[in-house]
Every structure is written in C-alpha cells, then in structure tokens.
C-alpha cells in the first residue's frame, strides 16, 4: 500500500511539474517539423481564400518567425548546444552530403559474382545518368537476410566479397569518384553471434578498417555519445548518422550526430525541418522509401535547403524514380551543390513573403549574396511576378532554375522579380553583385536543361519484371534410384506467399513465376504435375564429403565454405547432419556430380504436401515432436541428424521437409536483384527483434533470400535436396 501511494505520488508531481519544463511557444515542433505560419500565403493579388483559409499576413508572419526563433534560442540553451564536431575537417564532408541512396549490397549493378568483383564504376554511372550522381552511399547487407543463422550485423559486413581488404579496397574506389560511405548499425540485433568488446568499439574499428566515412543508425532516434568517442579513439573519425532524426529528448544529439533522416509529413503549406532550424549545419536526408510519387520530397528537401535519401532498391524490391522525379533531383542537386555555404546561412527565413498563393519560399542570405529556394506547391503553372526582395544598386538577379539573368523592376529599395513556375515546379534565385566562375557554369548547365521542362518527363511507375532461372532437365531414370522416392504425376494447386517483412500487398514484392505477369506476395496456381523422384532426405554432410572426394571440388569464393568443417572433413557423429554452409552453386554442383538437380519450388512443395493442401507434411495441426526443437540461442547448435523426427513424415513419404535447415530451391532475377526461394524454415530462431529473417513452417510459405556471393550466402541453417526427372 505504501508503494501504491508513492507511486501515486510521484505521479502528481510529475504533472505538476512536467509544464514548467516545456517550453511556451505557439508553434512547437511536430515530429521531425515545425509548423509554418498560419496559411503561408502572401498574395496581393490573390481575391478569395479557399474555404476556412486566409492569406497570411505580414505581421503574422512576424510573429511566428519571432516565434520559432525564440524557441530555437531556448531550445539550444535547454540541451547545453556545442557544435565544434561540425568544424572537424574530417566530418565537413556531411554538409555537402545532399544526395545519398540506401544501396543494398545484393544489387547487381554493385558486384559481379561471375567476375568475382565490385562494379563501382557501373552503379555510379547508372545514377549519374538517370539523376546526376550522388555524394554519398549507405551500403546494407544485413537485414532481411540477417537472422537466417547466428551471423550478427558485423559477421555479415565481413563476409561480404573479399573481406576486410576488398570491402576497403571498393571503399576507396567509391572515394575515387567523391562519393562517401556508409554501412548500417542495427542495435536490435542482440539475438545472434555476441561480440567480445561493445557494439560501439566494434563497428568504430570495423569502419575504420575498412576506410568507411559514417554509419548510419537503423531504427535509431540518435547514436550515442559513446559511439563518438569510440570512433576517436580509432584515429579515423566517423559521421553518425541516425534514422530517426534526433527529434523530441533526442535532439541533444545533433551535437554529435552530424546528418540524419528525415521521415516528414506533407501538408500543402511545407513545414521546417527542426534539426536544420536548431543548426544549419545539420544534414537532412528526406526519406520516403515506398513513395511511388517523389515528388513532396523532393519540395519539402528543396524549400528546407537538406538532402535526398534517393532508396530504390528496397529490400530487394525496386521501386524506381519516375522519370520527372528524376530529372528535378538533378537540377536540385546542382543548385545545392554549388551554393551549399549559403545553405548554411545563420540568418535563414523560412516563408519569405512571396506574391502568388500556394508559392513558398526560404531566404538563405551570405555575406554579398543571397539564395531564394522556392516551391510552386499548386498544380497549375505560374508565371509573371512572384516575389518582391531588396535592391542595391549593382545587384545582379538570376534565374538559376531556368540558367538566365532576370531584368528587375524596381520601386525605390525593393525590386520585383518575375520569372514561371511549372505545375507542382521549382525555382532558385540568386541576387550577387557578381556572378562566380562555379556561378557561370550552373547557369549554363541549368540553361541547358531548361529547353526541356519537368513537364515533358513521364511521371509513370514501372515494377521491375523477374524471371526465373531455368533449372536443365536431369537424364531421366527408368526406376527409383537409391534413397529417392518416387512422386507420381497429377494435378497440384500450388499455393504460397512470401513472409517478407515489409512491403505489404504492393506490385513488385517477392517474386514472379513464369505463369504471372508481374511480381508479387501471394501466389496461386493450379498446373499439371510430371512424375519425379526426390531425395527421401536432405543431403548429408556424408554424402557431401563423397562428392568431394570423387570431384575434388573446390568453389574459386570459397568464404564460408563448409565453415563448420574442420581438415577437409565433417565434425565426428555430423555425418548423418544435413550438409550446410553450401551456397547455391555449391548444392547446383553436388547435384550434377550426383546426375540430379535442385528441385523447383513447386515440385517441392507438392513431394511435402501431396494433393489435399495441408498446412504441414504430417497433416494440418501443429507437432512439436515432428520438427527439431528450436535453437534460440546465440551460437547455433548443429542441425539434428536427418531421420531424428519421424514424424514429420510426408504423404509421399519424404522425410525432414520442414524445421530443420531452409532448403535451396528457385532462383529468381530482375536486373537489380538475384534472390533464392528457400523452403522448409529452419531450427534456428535468434530472439529478441522482429527483423530477423521470418521463419516460414507452413507448406503455404516460403522464404525469400537475397544474393550476392557465396561468402556471404552460404549460411549454417541453409542445406538442400535433389529431384531427378522420370522416364
């Protein structure tokens, strides 16, 4: 009772008290944003108000930029501000880090596994192409695929192709061509392999090693100051970059964490980013991952003069900027670059007063110059005057969207500016009293690109059509052969979905089967099924040592190969374990040797399930006692040996289809992507996060897995087994 009443006491004076704390301002942030003036609008010629709104006046306009600057000076007063790590040489290059895409390392435009090498040149040109190029890459191997064995974060960067030396030597390619790099740090995965020193030292040695520039903070509101320290004391200095925005109780952190993400709300009136407002310094990158139409984020990065997260692969899942988007990222990029100090203006008015309704502005004045970045939100063109700004004689005014030098007209100390803007379009003015070397050049690239307006780009979205990799018929057998089971022919309605994470029901998820005109999560299909034979058992580390022997084959990435193996030989009592640590060509080449194949998905399934669509091989109701029990711990036990569980016999027959290892089945590839359909889920089940790769029991499941090399492929929970085609 004594508890209760001091509980309840302590309740009370938080309440009271918590006021005292907050701070009193009409316009306090809203996530990552500040609300913008009431109905942002200056029009002198605008007539009516839509419905409920009105045009904002000078005087409130006053007040709520009176206001966000009070709330800025007692907010950096409240979290002790400091910003020296921005005056670091070697962290300077995060204010200039305007374009920056999440590349997944399987992407096929980055490594060429028949090659054996990074493609750095190849990536960097496809996105100079279609967008102009950008100044920074994170590069993501871990989820989804992370969790599929004991593997951590750190594991999977390691075994990406070449290890520690060709990961830097690929670093320094990306350096060659001014692009900076990123890898991510996933503090949820606290299921798999520990580390013997904290995550903190660990990926600060890690990025020093490898010549990285920064680590992005997955799922993280701010890195922690700890991760600064940890990465000085390495001599080679990482930025901090964390997807969550450093925003509420957090933003005490953008002392140390130089950029960030932005996750942004799209009214019509654009709202201000609260880590640019709290230091101009600060680097946003608008991220909008899933958005077909990028076009909000592009404005909202535009008026807020941050970065471009410019995410298509997604996981695996392309999801392509349109064309329009594309070009807009272009000239945006171009502008930013080239006057990206004045983007860092301590004095920064966000709304400057503008004619037109629906057009907005920020002000980013320099030391002789300044820059207007400017968004026609409405979704009709503008033309003729638009906005109204001091005049000096000797000021020069320029049209930087549209490359030309703009004839003011001017009214004593002001001078008006009229210039168009495309439908949902942007502009960028300049007013200099002398025009740059770099200057000229912008002018006469974005002159260039003007002939052609934003409006003559399609806006259409495309999905990235898959095929699948033919699987070569096998000489067929007259009679079973030894330890096969033979699967007579009939008609199979083949059910299955995909247990990706993300995505939803979206056009372009998992993948798609020849019968299917486009990918996607659910799949259904009712086909004529030919006779085989499949493997009774998966294929064990015995029989996988008698192909090598009889072969001596030797993979040219053998990373990882047969990594639980120890002098060219299985662990003793492990003979009757199914074989693990094979990549997809490993098992392909055991089973030419073997005069077998691997098995399409839908042929395994149909040796698992039969024809009465149940959920499992032994019926429709769960049993523990037909699956090996799952290893939740952090080393990863063995596998169980093959025929350890009866129970979870077939109707064919087939044993040890499901629980124990994920089994090799189909490939699929788009241009971007290779990924492998693994069926069977397996024993192992890391804990603690829900972005561990999903584990798929049912017979109306399976896995997605993503490709890239064998060294990182190959997994202890990943075995296979065999088909050969009937007479």
């Known amino acids: 009772m004594r508890k209760c009443t001091l509980g309840l006491l302590w309740i009370l004076i938080f309440l009271l008290v918590a006021p005292l704390f907050s701070q009193d301002v009409k316009y306090p942030p809203q996530g990552e944003q500040i609300p913008g003036p009431p109905n942002s609008t200056q ?77 750095v040149e190849r990536y960097l040109d496809d996105l100079n192409k279609r967008y102009g190029g950008i100044d920074a890459v994170l590069i993501w191997p871990t989820y989804p695929n992370i969790g599929i064995d004991n593997r951590n974060q750190f594991d999977l960067i390691r075994d990406m192709p070449g290890g520690i030396t060709g990961l830097r030597a690929m670093v320094e390619d990306f350096h060659r061509h001014g692009v900076r790099v990123l890898f991510p740090y996933n503090p949820w995965d606290q299921g798999t392999r520990p580390e013997d020193r904290p995550d903190w030292e660990t990926i600060a040695h890690l990025m020093a090693a490898i010549g990285a520039d920064g680590i992005n903070g997955d799922t ?12 000085d004391k390495t001599g080679h200095p990482i930025a901090f970059e964390p997807e969550g925005g450093d925003t509420g109780e957090n933003d005490v952190a953008i002392a140390w964490n130089n950029l960030g993400w932005g996750y942004w709300n799209y009214p019509f009136e654009p709202m201000i980013s609260q880590n640019k407002w709290l230091e101009r310094r600060y680097m946003v990158n608008v991220c909008n991952r899933w958005a077909r139409d990028k076009a909000d984020d592009l404005q909202y990065a535009f ?98 969207w549209h490359g030309v030098e703009l004839k003011p007209e001017v009214h004593g100390s ?20 002398q025009l740059t ?87 259904a299909h009712e086909m004529f099924m030919k006779p085989f034979y499949i493997d009774k058992y998966p294929v064990t580390n015995a029989q996988f040592k008698r192909f090598l022997d009889a072969t001596r084959y030797h993979p040219k990435d053998d990373h990882n190969f047969l990594r639980d193996w120890k002098s060219s030989t299985y662990p003793e009592g492990w003979g009757n374990k199914p074989v693990t640590w094979v990549s997809l060509d490993d098992a392909r080449a055991y ?26 091989p032994w019926g429709n109701t769960w049993k523990a006692g037909a699956v090996p029990k799952p290893d939740k711990g952090r080393t990863l036990v063995p596998p169980a040996d093959i025929d350890a569980n009866p129970e979870g016999v077939s109707p064919f027959g087939v044993m040890d289809m499901v629980g124990n290892v994920w089994q090799w089945t189909d490939e699929f590839v788009d241009r971007h992507t290779r990924a492998a359909i693994l069926r069977g889920g397996s024993y192992y089940q890391p804990q603690g996060s829900g972005w561990y790769f999903p584990n798929a029991y049912p017979l109306d499941e399976h896995g997605k897995y993503l490709l890239m090399a064998p060294s990182i492929d190959r997994s202890g929970t990943i075995g296979f087994r065999c088909v050969k085609d009937v007479e």
């Open 43 to 119: 029009a002198s010629d605008y007539c009516c108000a839509r419905s409920g709104e009105r045009p904002t006046s000078v005087d409130d306009w006053t007040a709520w930029l009176a206001d966000v600057r009070h709330w800025r000076a007692e907010r950096l007063i409240r979290i002790g501000y400091d910003g020296p790590q921005y005056d670091r040489p070697q962290l300077k290059w995060t204010q200039k880090e305007f374009i920056q895409p999440q590349m997944m390392a399987h992407d096929r435009y980055f490594y060429d596994p028949e090659m054996r090498r990074y493609t």
């Open 220 to 231: 993280m509101d701010a890195v922690p100051l700890v991760f600064r320290d940890a990465s």
């Open 303 to 400: 008026f807020n003069g941050t970065g471009y997260e410019s995410w298509e692969n997604v996981w695996g899942i392309w999801n392509q900027i349109d064309d329009r988007d594309a070009e807009a990222l272009r000239r945006i990029a171009k502008i930013e670059r080239t006057f990206w100090l004045l983007l860092e203006s301590s004095n920064w008015t966000p709304f400057f007063p503008m004619l037109r309704y629906g057009v907005f502005a920020s002000e980013w004045p320099g030391q002789n110059q300044t820059l207007w970045t400017i968004v026609n939100r409405n979704e009709f063109a503008l033309a003729g005057t638009e906005i109204d700004v001091s005049y000096k004689p000797g000021q020069h005014y320029y049209d930087l």
């Open 414 to 433: 002001s001078a008006e500016l009229s210039f168009g803007m495309e439908a949902q379009g942007y502009g960028a003015i300049l007013a200099t009293p």
């Open 437 to 523: 070397g770099e200057g000229q050049r912008l002018l006469s690239e974005m002159r260039e690109l003007a002939v052609r307006p934003l409006s003559s780009y399609s806006r259409e979205w495309h999905f990235l059509p898959q095929h699948l990799v033919r699987i070569a018929p096998t000489q067929p057998a007259a009679q079973t052969p030894q330890g096969m089971i033979y699967i007579p022919g009939g008609k199979f309605f083949f059910r299955v979905s995909g247990v990706e994470i993300e995505g939803g029901d979206m056009i372009g998820l998992d993948v798609q089967y020849p019968w299917e005109d486009a990918p996607r999560r659910q799949h």
């Open 591 to 616: 089973a030419a040797w073997a005069g077998k194949r691997l098995p399409h998905e839908w042929e395994w399934e149909y040796a698992a399930q039969g024809t009465d669509g149940r959920l499992y």
